[in-house]
């Protein structure tokens, strides 16, 4: 599911200079009514997408090289936290931690720790 958030966040962030801003709104509406079954395509959830890809640009880009990302912390390392943890902690951890490098650690220590959201 984390996949498909990405690459629905992607997708707006590469087109909504064409879109307009209004697109997240129509998008999220549009999905709910053509996935009826289907729930995590409100405006909100929408919007903590586009703030993912924004956040994690590179996530799944599979060019990408093993290298450092920051300070010690190998890409792969990184890509693979970010996608173990829960989407809840993901959004969590976009909305109160801006460096990128205590987001992974955060990251990590909810997975060593088995840390609830309330907890992270």
């Known amino acids: 599911m984390l996949i498909l958030y990405w690459q ?16 997240t709104k129509k998008l999220s509406e549009d999905l709910v009514k ?30 990408q ?6 300070g010690k912390i190998f890409y792969s390392d990184y890509v693979n936290v970010i996608l173990d943890i829960l989407w809840f902690h993901d959004m969590a951890l976009l909305d109160k931690v801006k460096d990128q490098t205590q987001r992974f650690w955060y990251a990590k220590k909810t997975i060593e720790n088995g840390w609830s959201r309330n907890v992270l």
């Open 8 to 23: 629905i966040g992607r997708t707006i962030v590469e087109k909504q200079e064409g879109w307009g801003t209004k697109i």
């Open 34 to 63: 053509a996935f009826p079954n289907m729930k995590g395509f409100s405006y909100t959830n929408i919007r903590y997408m586009q703030r993912f890809a924004e956040h994690y640009p590179d996530l799944l880009i599979c060019q």
């Open 65 to 70: 090289p093993a290298g450092k990302l920051e």
